[in-house]
């Protein structure tokens, strides 16, 4: 009889019992006992048996056999050594995968890339990311501007909304900019906590994000563009013209930062969730010109 997949709850059951895992809360480990869920965030990602794909923490190996399967080959990076000879066993009739012992964070992913995949390849981050570090694994992934395609990820939903969100809403703020600025970002589905052993405290969201050729706009300066785009945002329910003046306050006094932003027609009474993209590109370009 053909096995049973591992992202079932009777299977993940056994190979945990087989194995005596203990669960470290402090890891993020929360496993995936659905197959469906795990093939809607693979067809998301745009993957098929041309495609590279790149997992961060397979756990017990759920996601990364259905990459196995959908894809050509896969690489994966654990941090948990416990988890090693578990994957030896449960990933043993899959030979497209690689599973690299390594926290992500330190993982030079470039490097791992030139040495697995063939250039050319279209390659794919997929993962159901450990909660507690979501959004530095994105941001590094993001900002070393790596050979991929896409990133999907399933993460808490509150954070996947803010990554994905559109101005003048709640969610929109410095991480909305910091995460457009690469990719172009939308929440694919909406995923209940029912499906995770043990089941997380949060409710999660299947978050695709495409990474972008160019950025959308120009800057003259990309750390002080993402800068200034936290200052207006420091004091949320502030005034874009008194978050400017407190983050200038050595420099520049409410006057002259009101000429400011008068000169570039942007009205100092708004507030920072109401401005595009574009607008901080231009306040930010405008700012750096008097550093
Ligand atoms: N992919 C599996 C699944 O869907 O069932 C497990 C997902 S679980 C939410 C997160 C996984 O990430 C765990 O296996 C955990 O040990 C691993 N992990 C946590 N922090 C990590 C890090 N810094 N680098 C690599 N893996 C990490």
């Known amino acids: 009889m053909p096995k049973k997949h591992i992202a079932t709850p009777s299977r993940t059951k056994e190979i945990l019992s087989k194995y005596k895992f203990s669960f470290k809360k402090s890891l993020g480990q929360n496993f995936l006992v659905d197959v469906n869920i795990l093939e809607n965030i693979i067809k998301h990602a745009g993957i098929d048996k041309s495609s590279g794909a790149i997992e961060i923490g397979p756990g017990i190996g759920a996601l990364t056999e259905q990459l196995a399967i959908y894809a050509d080959q896969v690489v994966a990076y654990e941090i948990d050594k416990r988890l090693f000879p578990i994957l030896a066993d449960t990933l043993q009739d899959y030979s497209n995968v690689e599973l690299i012992h390594q926290d992500i964070l330190q ?19 997929v993962a159901n990311l450990p909660y507690y570090i979501t959004t530095p694994i994105l941001m590094k992934l993001l900002r070393e501007r790596l050979p991929v395609s896409s990133l999907t990820v399933m993460i808490q939903k509150e954070v996947a909304e803010r990554m994905a969100a559109k101005p003048n809403s709640k969610s929109y703020g410095s ?41 959308p706009v120009q800057v003259e300066d990309e750390d002080f563009f993402f800068k200034l785009v936290q200052a207006c945002f420091a004091q949320r329910r502030k005034t874009l013209r008194n978050n400017l003046t407190s983050f200038y306050k050595e420099k520049y006094d409410k006057e002259t930062i009101t000429n400011l932003l008068d000169s570039i027609e942007i009205d100092g009474i708004r507030r920072g969730e109401s401005l595009s993209m574009e607008e901080f590109a231009l306040l930010a370009n405008t700012f750096f010109k008097l550093e």
């Not at 993982?107 to 981050?125: C, G, L």
């Not at 995460?179 to 299947?206: C, G, H, K, L």
């Open 107 to 125: 993982a030079d992913v470039a490097a791992a890339i030139e040495a697995h995949f063939p250039p050319e390849q279209s390659i794919h981050i």
């Open 175 to 215: 991480l909305t900019i910091a995460v457009q600025y690469y990719t172009e970002a939308s929440v694919v589905m909406r995923v209940p906590r029912q499906v995770f052993m043990p089941q997380p405290n949060v409710d999660s969201s299947i978050l695709n994000l495409v990474v972008r050729e160019n950025p």
